[in-house]
């Protein structure tokens, strides 16, 4: 072989290694492409991306909103109920407030032990709602709506007491009026009859009287008849005697 083919050799297979070299990197070069765009894609932890995750219940809510809401209370209130009527038993409770309207009533007690208050909403003496808070204020601010509620709601009570007052008053006045009307028409046949038996009476009277009239005048003139004959009798007597 000259040196002319010996080039044309090398040259060859110098062609054959550098093509087989770019087809190797023509075919891992995707790979490598997708795991680049997927590493970018990919958002990194430390995103500051608004959280959807709903807020958790309990004191981290608690810490959001000071005010309870309406389940809240009542659920606070079933197990406040309890609490305080076990409480209530004892002697560490100090009854700061109470306010009665009807048979509704508002409490506030103090827990001194603790420095708790507790406010109470009852009827007839069964406890309704109990709030249980360390803060004095908010405890003034709910046995001030505890009264204004005990207002609301006896209202209806006391409006039903008065015309129930007023209801059985009335039958009362119209039993007496019954009774008042009965007694009057009772003595009003009485005196009815009374007067019938007067008037027979009367009547009777009249009768006796006109009769005892006609009587007394047949009588007067009898006795003017019997003088006049007395008189006759007299003067024929004395008839032919010497006269003074």
Known sequence: ????????HLALAAFVALAGVQSIGAQTLPDGASNA???VSQPSVNTALPSTAPLQS????????PALTPAEAQESAAGNVAELQQMIRGSDLSELRTTYNGTYGASLLFYGKEMTYYVALFQQKNFWRVIKTSDETRAEMIYKDFVRQTLQLSDVELR????????????RMIALSQDRASRLQSDLNVARQQQS?????????QAQAVALAQQRASAQEQLRAAQRQVRELQRQLENGLPTN
């Open 160 to 171: 039903r007491t008065r015309l129930e007052a007023q209801k059985a008053f009335t039958e």
């Open 1 to 8: 072989m000259d040196h002319k083919s010996t080039l044309r």
């Open 197 to 205: 038996i007067v008037s027979d009476q009367q009547r009777a009277n």
């Open 58 to 65: 309990g004191a981290t809510a608690a810490q959001a909103s």
């Open 37 to 39: 765009a997927a590493v």
